[in-house]
């Protein structure tokens, strides 16, 4: 395989937020990171907000690979998912992209099953690539109008 352009969502709404996005970025090796924003929190929305962001990454890693290690970066940050899904945690790494690759593999969607409807991704990932085509969904700059037109 050649190099893949990885595009991989961070979130962070416990210790050091902003510390521990910038860390994770540089642990998986990101070329580019977007602007770091504060966010409501989606799906259990009683815990402190979020920051997020996104990271552009080249890899030549397979996509199994590269999410395994995205998932030994989160261990490091003190991650462990043990706790409620959506719930608080120190580090969430969610590879959003993979090239134009559509996988559908226990524990490995690509792209991200939610990435259409989350603005806390669209936002930053368009600052990267507005004009990034999600594959079966259309481009991050249209994906990120529609959410914004409430369509």
């Known amino acids: 395989m050649g190099v893949a352009r990885a595009y991989v969502g961070l979130g962070s709404n416990l210790g050091d937020r902003d510390a521990l996005i910038r860390s994770a970025a540089g642990q998986i090796g990101a070329r580019r990171l977007s602007s770091v924003i504060e966010t409501e929190p989606w799906g259990v929305v009683d815990q402190p907000p979020f920051l997020n962001a996104v990271a552009e990454v080249e890899t030549t890693l397979d996509a199994r690979t590269f999410l395994d290690g995205l998932l030994a970066v989160e261990?490091?940050?003190?991650?462990?998912?043990?706790?409620?899904?959506?719930?608080?945690?120190?580090?969430?790494?969610?590879?959003?992209l993979f090239g134009d690759v559509r996988l559908d593999e226990p524990g490995l969607r690509v792209p991200h099953p939610f990435l259409h409807?989350?603005?806390f991704v669209l936002e930053p990932l368009a600052e990267l690539a507005p004009d990034l085509e999600v594959p079966g969904r259309g481009t991050v700059h249209a994906l990120l109008a529609g959410l914004q037109s409430g369509s």
Request: hydrophobic share 30%; aromatic share 4%.
């Open 75 to 96: 261990r490091s940050l003190g991650r462990e998912r043990t706790g409620e899904r959506w719930g608080p945690r120190a580090i969430d790494l969610d590879l959003l």
């Open 117 to 119: 409807e989350r603005r």
